[in-house]
């Protein structure tokens, strides 16, 4: 059965740091393009950081950028959300999303609350 299945999600301060993680079964990561989205209360989904299949190649998107750090372990079959300074606006559900060519697999999503 194919899954992705992320953890590391939970409350923190502002301020604070989280690592994430999204560990893949059923299939092989090492071809697929990783993105981590989020999606906040009453807001719609978006992209927060990409990675590419070897590893290199990143993206972020706005306020992530310097903040957040996008990695993957092939060798795991793990992609990893590394979250610093993180505010009350990054509060939301994060969800791992695996890409190639004409597949793509969704995990459940983790919840990440920050308070200030």
């Known amino acids: 059965q194919v899954q992705l299945v992320e953890s590391g999600g939970g409350l923190v301060q502002s301020g604070g740091s989280l690592r994430l993680s999204c560990a893949a079964s059923?299939?092989?990561?090492?071809?697929?393009?990783m993105r981590w989205y989020r999606q906040a209360p009453g807001k719609e989904r978006e992209l927060v950081a990409g990675?590419?299949?070897?590893?290199?190649?990143?993206i972020y998107i706005g306020s992530m950028k310097g903040r957040f750090t996008i990695s993957r372990y092939n060798a795991n079959n793990t992609v990893y959300l590394k979250m610093n300074s993180l505010k009350p606006e990054d509060t939301a559900v994060y969800y791992c999303?695996?890409?190639?060519?004409?597949?793509?697999?969704w995990g459940q999503g983790t919840h990440v609350t920050v308070s200030s």
């Open positions: 999303n695996a890409r190639y060519m004409q597949s793509t697999y």
């Open positions: 059923g299939f092989t990561l090492r071809t697929y393009g």
């Open positions: 990675i590419g299949s070897s590893g290199t190649g990143t």
